[in-house]
């Protein structure tokens, strides 16, 4: 097979529903709790979906996705997937999970178990981050999930020949399977079966993360005998993207259900794509802008104006009380948690809930709000003017203006410091 037709034949998107027509007056609000369904891709930046203005790659599903609801503006990651995925189920900072390389301490209280609690089903399906699967089945039961089909970190291939976890077994007569179509068979299995209770899909994708050829295996090449390129890789996960809303719009519970579309960090090194006029360069592992700044899109049907726009800053623990939000629960009064609810910002009132965000990796940290980023070494940058973070400031460098906004998040680094 020629890579052009390999390309053409997996990666076909599926037309979704006509736009849902948004009722003013409609509220967030209603007697029944809402499903939701939560994608986090692997190593996708801001640059590349086609929403945040993005021509490297065809990307019309999860553009509908934008379209149909509200996409932010400013929504920021760690550089690298383990911190990212323990701030999104704590609500934490890796300085007080003390997580940085791929360990979820036993002892942290995710959102999963919290919902769990409140009713819901719960199911995980893609990427468990935190260890082998095999070696403690029942841990991601004991993280909140009543059901899991995942591939376990550095486990196995998880593209062709899968090495697929379910619910404590390895999944059998799946060798020639591509494996995100057998975790999107999963998960439309567990919303269809799900659909008499409120349910939460935690959908951490394997795609676009590059297959691993290295180590203690080598994965698969494809049956075109090569592996994916990039672009194969975003096209397969817009058409499943595409798939799974698709069998949501047929199964009547797209009213009832919210998406959250977003990714864990910037795109891999190496990786060159169009945004307008300007090059970006894939910044995963840095925490520059192209590691950390990445997409989200909030679609609940017929609920949210479709494409609307929101500029308020959005950090990665603010998942966590969120969801719980959109879910009608308390937050538990022992609970310490960083995030910050974005649920009023859904109905689209005039609420900034956070000043800053924060993120820290590798010996490396900041604090920034839209415009202006300040590295704990002292190192401050006028993101807006300039992006690729050239021109830092320093204490004897700075001008009027970098002084001030200098002394204003040092102000709240030492107020973030204050909690520890």
Not at 77 to 89: F, G, K
Request: net charge neutral; with cysteine; proline share 6%.
């Amino acid at each position: 097979m020629k890579r052009r037709d390999f390309i053409k034949n997996t990666a076909t998107g599926l037309a979704l529903s006509s736009l849902p027509i948004w009722l003013n007056n409609c509220s967030i609000q209603s007697n029944k709790k809402p499903n939701i369904v939560l994608f986090l891709v692997d190593d996708m930046g801001y640059e590349v979906p086609g929403f945040n203005g993005g021509t490297s790659y065809n990307t019309p599903n999860i553009d509908k996705l934008a379209a149909t609801g509200m996409k932010f503006t400013y929504c920021y990651s760690a550089p690298v997937c383990s911190p990212s995925r323990t701030q999104l189920l704590t609500g934490r900072y890796t300085f007080r999970t003390g997580e940085e390389w791929g360990v979820l301490p036993e002892n942290e209280t995710t959102i999963s178990s919290l919902l769990q609690n409140a009713g819901y089903k719960t199911a995980i399906v893609g990427k468990w981050q935190f260890g082998k699967i095999g070696d403690d089945p029942s841990f991601i039961n004991r993280k909140g999930f009543d059901e899991y089909c995942c591939w376990g970190w550095h486990e196995g291939p998880r593209y062709w020949n899968p090495w697929i976890w379910e619910n404590g077994k390895v999944k059998e007569n799946i060798s020639d399977r591509y494996g995100p179509d057998v975790l999107r068979d999963f998960s439309i299995e567990f919303m269809q079966r799900s659909k008499d209770q409120p349910f939460f899909l935690y959908y951490p994708m394997l795609l676009t993360h590059f297959a691993k050829t290295g180590g203690k295996y080598t994965e698969p090449v494809g049956p075109n005998g090569e592996y994916q390129s990039y672009a194969d890789m975003v096209a397969n996960l817009d058409r499943i993207i595409g798939e799974f809303t698709e069998a949501l719009n047929n199964s009547g519970l797209a009213e009832d259900t919210i998406i959250i579309f977003t990714t864990d960090n910037g795109t891999p090194e190496g990786i060159i794509s169009n945004m307008g006029d300007r090059k970006i360069p894939g910044g995963k592992k840095s925490m520059k802008d192209t590691g950390t700044h990445v997409p989200l899109v909030v679609n609940w049907k017929g609920k949210l104006k479709p494409g609307s726009v929101n500029e308020n800053l959005i950090d990665f623990t603010d998942f966590f009380p969120t969801l719980l939000g959109l879910a009608e629960q308390e937050k538990p009064k022992n609970l310490k948690i960083d995030g910050k609810s974005f649920k009023r910002q859904l109905r689209e009132e005039d609420s900034v809930s956070r000043k800053w965000a924060y993120q820290e990796w590798h010996g490396e940290a900041w604090i920034r709000n839209k415009e202006w980023k300040l590295y704990r070494d002292t190192k401050l940058f006028n993101i807006s003017e300039d992006p690729n973070e050239d021109k830092p400031y320093y204490p004897e460098t700075d001008t009027q203006k970098s002084q001030k906004m200098r002394r204003v998040l040092t102000e709240y680094l030492a107020e973030l410091d204050s909690t520890k």
